[in-house]
């Protein structure tokens, strides 16, 4: 079985600005070569992601390296805008989540998994599995048409691969290197390679792809979870 994204409008709902790099860049990159409309909707600033040197203006200066990312990507850009651990499914942020949702209205949406490690990824997951439902919804109070029906749902791989059993691994390895090329766009964060609470992220980002390549015969891939949730799950 071969998966066909040419039809598709695919839509990765990330905490961190670099967490599309490591979880999903190679499928929206193979989406998009297939014919794909793909998007990415970054919803925390990464202003607490602080190297040894801190550095000023750090929001700034994170919000210039993923915008180089999504150009080297091709993909369309949204951003919003929560300090890092502040974000939550409250009703604020469910509502700019359902408007980017209408706005580009995915077939598909990439989303963390419920069980990654960090706090903002979990709550990018509720919120984009809540969501997700939600943006089709007439009775909904928020800018934009409801979708004709909700889009399907993929939980993306966990950081480090822990706690995570994929039902399907996508092959990206014609886009390993713009993966790693899009990763080296967040200097600030490759900067903290070195620091006790955080990991070097170009070793992970390789490790992780061709661990999952390995384990599903070609040489890099990312691997996920279907939501199987009514209206969210579909036959390919």
Known sequence: ??????????LAIVAHPD??????????ARARSEGAAIAVCVLCQGDKGQPRDAIDELATLRSEEMRAAAELLQAELHCGGVPDSMLADDAETRKLVIEVLRRFRPSLLLAHSPEDY???HRSASALAETCSWLCASRGQAAEGLPLEQPPEVWWMDTVGMQQFAPDLYVDISPFASLKQQML?????????????DFAPLSELLHHQMHARGLQSGVEAAEAYRVHHSFKRTRAW
């Open 184 to 196: 080296s766009c967040h200097r600030s964060q490759i900067a903290r390679s070195g620091d006790a």
């Open 1 to 10: 079985m071969r998966l066909d994204f040419s039809a598709e409008r695919i």
């Open 19 to 28: 967490d599309a790099e490591l979880l999903c860049a190679g499928t929206l």
């Open 118 to 120: 960090h706090t903002d």
